[in-house]
Each structure stands twice: as C-alpha cells, then as structure tokens.
C-alpha cells in the first residue's frame, strides 16, 4: 500500500531534483580530496566552483521543501 502524497513528496522531489555538475570528481566538496585523492590513488577532486553550486542548490532546495 503507498503511503498519503504528503508523505512522499520530499523524496519524490528529490528524485526529481538530480544537479549534474560536468567535469567533477567525488568528493568535490572537500576541500582536502585532492591530497586524499593522491594519497590512495582515487579519483577524487576538489572543486571550488562546482561546491559553491551545490551548496546554493541544496539551500534554495531546503527552502522550497520546508517553507511554512
């Protein structure tokens, strides 16, 4: 049985919400990945530009989810 839509909609507006962020590796939001990405061989990268994006995104994203 699915649960009352009011109950899904922060997931299935989530789901909906997927950001592409082109030319990025995990851990683009750490300012540290680069030195751990060398340090065990991993393709991981900081990116400064595509961290301010997200950040700006997840909080506009917030905002739309949780206004009263």
Known sequence: RR???S???PYTTLF???VNYPDTK???TN???DSYG???NLPLEYNKR???LSWQAMQE????IFED
């Open 38 to 40: 060398k340090r065990f």
């Open 7 to 9: 109950t899904l909609f």
């Open 16 to 18: 909906r919400s997927f």
């Open 3 to 5: 649960p009352p839509r």
């Open 31 to 33: 300012p540290d990945a």
């Open 26 to 28: 995990h851990g683009f």
């Open 50 to 52: 595509a961290d301010e």
């Open 61 to 64: 994203f917030f905002e739309e």
